[in-house]
T-cell receptor
Framework: GQNIDQPTEMTATEGAIVQINCTYQ??????LFWYQQHAGEAPTFLSY??LDGLEEKGRFSSFLSRSKGYSYLLLKELQMKDSASYLC??????????WGAGTKLIIKP | DTAVSQTPKYLVTQMGNDKSIKCEQN?????MYWYKQDSKKFLKIMFS???????INETVPNRFSPKSPDKAHLNLHINSLELGDSAVYFC????????????????FGPGTRLTVL
């Protein structure tokens, strides 16, 4: 079967750095997405990785290792508004997005 | 202008009723989707619709039916609502599927919170 694993919840301090991990087992791979979802709102696109390595976009970076079936989202200089759920999703060989359950990130002052 | 819009935002109804949720996108995208997000926050794909090709998740009961009057709209009709249908339903769209992966970034509507009593 297809599976996406992420930690359920993480806590970090304002101004710090946090890394949210995602491991996946899917039938084929056509890229990995990270989405942010604030409570009661729709998911919004953060990043896309299809090649191994690190993609940096401002305070957010996303890393992919296809051989290990592993990705992480790195958030730097955390702000209170970063409190949200972070969803990892993998596009399989049929171009269907397989979603993780999301990691709820709590930022404390 | 909202890129992907849904109506209504909240829907409370009785078991056994039939209801519809509307979705419109003004992004010129080719593909639209319906997702169900349950209390455990898993996003489950229900349908994707691309150029009149409908791909159905086989686990979706046939009480759920998508209707697309044109490329910019994909409505969700639900017959004989059940308690377990209570969830947040998200519509999403992407430019195209399968050819250029980056364009498969999906843009979500604000969601419709359905409560079945």
């Amino acid at each position: 079967g297809q599976n996406i694993d992420q930690p359920t919840e993480m806590t970090a301090t304002e101004g710090a750095i946090v890394q949210i991990n995602c491991t996946y087992q899917t039938s084929g791979f056509n890229g990995l997405f990270w989405y942010q979802q604030h409570a009661g709102e729709a998911p919004t696109f953060l990043s896309y990785n299809v090649l191994d390595g690190l993609e940096e976009k401002g305070r957010f970076s996303s890393f992919l290792s296809r051989s290990k079936g592993y990705s992480y989202l790195l958030l730097k200089e955390l702000q209170m508004k970063d409190s949200a759920s972070y969803l990892c999703a993998v596009m399989d060989s049929n171009y269907q997005l397989i979603w993780g359950a999301g990691t709820k990130l709590i930022i404390k002052p | 202008d909202t890129a992907v819009s849904q109506t209504p935002k909240y829907l409370v109804t009785q078991m056994g009723n039939d209801k519809s949720i509307k979705c419109e996108q003004n992004l010129g995208h080719d593909t639209m989707y319906w997702y169900k997000q349950d209390s455990k926050k898993f996003l489950k794909i229900m349908f994707s619709y691309n150029n009149k090709e409908l791909i159905i998740n086989e686990t979706v009961p046939n009480r759920f039916s998508p209707k697309s009057p044109d490329k910019a709209h994909l409505n969700l009709h639900i017959n004989s609502l059940e308690l377990g249908d209570s969830a947040v339903y998200f519509c999403a769209s992407s430019q195209q599927t399968g050819t250029e992966i980056l364009s498969d970034t999906q843009y979500f509507g604000p969601g419709t919170r359905l409560t079945v009593l």
